[in-house]
């Protein structure tokens, strides 16, 4: 198969995906890299229908990726994620509102292109978390106690990351200081937990944890709600049950076992099969993909037995798994 990696300039050095890449090539797939933020691309003869099987793209918010792989999918070409699905969870408010709308359990949700704004959500819902719509790697999300702890003014390009854009702001959940991280690789469920970002001097151990059938059930939901076939779910455990706070299209999949291999497999499944989006539109998922979700959930509780050493979901009998590098390439985020 021939394949193009759309690799915004953040991932350049990170194993997710440049360790896929170099396993799609030891497996004899031909795949070609674009940089967008580095590079000249002559798009009228690069973005061809018919021009690679399929288009995968691991970028930051707001980069120049998507509108290319937005090109991609003009012309016919598959691409993975679906464009659709990518847009709809890259915009944290537009993501809140297409989740709520689904009876997904996403914390109220207040939008401003100022922080101060913010002032006027009444104070019993203080603490608020205050994040880019746009924000990736936990970046620019604070927690704020009280009203008058609500970030300065900032002008666009401030130091806070934010770059002038809309700004959201969710009531705090209480929580053991724990994020819990589960993957999806195009069906098949993990789960890992990991210290949260606001709770940094808690000391929490990275590792893959027992999935239970209630997170399985939600992340699967949420595959169907958005279109969505490599992502990841960020969940914490309230006192009312589990609660999204953010959702991200191809992820690093850290501690998901054998994780290259996965995702490589899953990669070329989808462009030889076609992803959810090009079947259904964000929020429509035909009969016959909840059946495979729910079935999916079926297997993933199933697992909870033994959560270190699921099943392989794909196997490539034809296709040998070479040796690691010596050197591995940097590891996900």
């Not at 996965?262 to 016959?288: C, K, M, N, Q």
């Amino acid at each position: 198969m021939r394949l193009c990696f759309l690799v915004e300039e953040q991932y350049r050095h990170d194993g997710m995906p440049l360790e896929v890449i170099h396993q799609l090539r030891a497996w004899d797939h031909q795949v070609d890299v674009v940089w967008p933020g580095r590079s000249l691309i002559r798009i009228s003869e690069a973005i061809q229908a018919g021009s690679h099987d399929a288009w995968v793209l691991k970028t930051v918010s707001g980069g120049p990726g998507l509108t290319l792989l937005e090109a991609a999918a003009s012309v016919g070409l598959t691409t993975v994620n679906d464009v659709r699905a990518i847009r709809g969870v890259r915009d944290k408010a537009l993501a809140a509102v297409i989740a709520r709308s689904k009876g997904l359990p996403v914390p109220v949700t207040y939008a401003a292109a100022r922080p101060e704004e913010f002032a006027e959500i009444p104070e019993a819902e203080f603490p608020l978390v205050v994040k880019p719509a746009d924000g990736s790697s936990g970046r620019a999300v604070r927690l704020v106690a009280t009203p008058d702890r609500l970030p300065a003014p900032v002008e666009p390009g401030g130091p806070d990351g934010s770059a002038g854009g809309l700004l959201i702001a969710q009531p705090y959940v209480p929580n053991s200081g724990t994020d819990l991280k589960v993957y999806s690789v195009a069906g098949e469920l993990y789960a890992t937990e990991r210290c949260s970002p606001l709770h940094p001097a808690h000391a929490v151990r990275e590792r893959q944890v027992p999935l239970t059938p209630e997170v399985a059930r939600i992340t699967a939901e949420i595959g169907d709600v958005f279109g969505l076939d490599l992502y990841g779910v960020d969940i914490l455990l309230g006192p009312d049950g589990p609660v999204i706070v953010d959702i991200n299209d191809f992820p690093s999949f850290r501690q998901v076992p054998d994780a290259v291999a996965r995702v490589s497999a899953a990669v070329l499944d989808l462009a030889r099969h076609g992803t959810r989006g090009r079947v259904a539109s964000v929020g429509e998922a035909s009969v016959r993909e909840v059946s495979l979700r729910e079935a999916s959930v079926r297997e993933a509780s199933v697992r909870e037995a033994a959560p270190a050493a699921p099943a392989p979901p794909f196997t490539v009998p034809s296709l040998p798994r070479p040796a690691r590098p010596a050197a591995a390439i940097g590891g996900g985020r």
